[in-house]
């Protein structure tokens, strides 16, 4: 190292005094070019990459939270009183239905009653009794059944063990449908005789629903009165004939 120095010192002293200024001048210059070159360039690619990375990066989050904006907004989440009156509406339509269901062991032959009532009512006339075809109100079928849980492993699956409940229960599900059976009267008479009849239908047993009511005068005080009547029943045949 020492006999490369003494030569490097040999050089120098063997140049002119010029050449040994550009030497001296230029030698600053070359390790500033070669630290340019070998060190501060490769940083400063590096920093223009990391600068349009975060451009990229500042890009996206203004386009994710464009869309973010655009989405509708979430509803809010009910409050406990709306809850509570949700329920309470529920409990409303259960009861009604269970109310439906009771009257649908309450079988009103009303076709005999109805006749039983006119015969027997002096001054009324039964000028027409048109009886409907059965309609399906309700069906068990129509309600969508429940997606069943997976069963977990070593267990049997759930509709395994539900299986034989369900086929012993198929003739009891087909009993619980409901059908209405509509009716259509018209009868004749004096006037204060036919709301006296009005007045005993609505006095008839079990569950006798009033669709319609038209009274007709055509020379007080004879009038007509035409019904439409219906009753709820689990039979899919009519109870009138």
Do not use: C
């Amino acid at each position: 190292m020492q006999t490369k120095l003494l030569q490097i010192l040999n050089r120098l002293e063997a140049l002119s005094l010029r050449e040994r200024v550009m030497v001296l001048l230029g030698a600053p210059l070359l390790l500033v070019v070669a630290g340019e070159m070998l060190v501060f360039g490769p940083i400063g690619k590096e920093a223009a990459e990391a600068r349009k990375q975060a451009d990229r990066q500042q890009d996206e989050l203004k386009a994710l939270g464009a869309v973010l904006a655009a989405q509708p907004a979430a509803a809010p989440l009910p409050g406990a009183d709306q809850l509570l009156r949700q329920r309470n509406e529920l409990q409303s339509q259960i009861d009604a239905a269970r109310a439906i269901t009771a009257s649908l062991e309450q079988s009103v032959d009303w076709g005999t009653v109805v006749r039983a009532t006119v015969s027997g009512t002096p001054g009324l006339t039964l000028t027409q009794l048109k009886t409907m075809p059965a309609e399906l109100v309700f069906s068990p079928s129509m309600v969508k059944p429940a997606t069943a849980a997976p069963a977990r492993p070593g267990k049997p699956a759930a509709g395994a063990e539900a299986k034989a409940p369900a086929n012993a229960a198929g003739p009891a599900a087909a009993s619980e449908a409901i059908y209405r059976h509509r009716a259509e009267l018209t009868v004749k008479g004096n006037f204060g005789t036919l709301q006296g009849y009005l007045q005993t239908l609505q006095r008839v047993p079990g569950d006798l629903r009033w669709e319609r009511l038209q009274i007709s005068v055509a020379a007080y005080p004879q009038a007509s009165v035409q019904l439409t009547l219906h009753t709820l029943s689990n039979r899919a045949e009519t109870p009138f004939n």
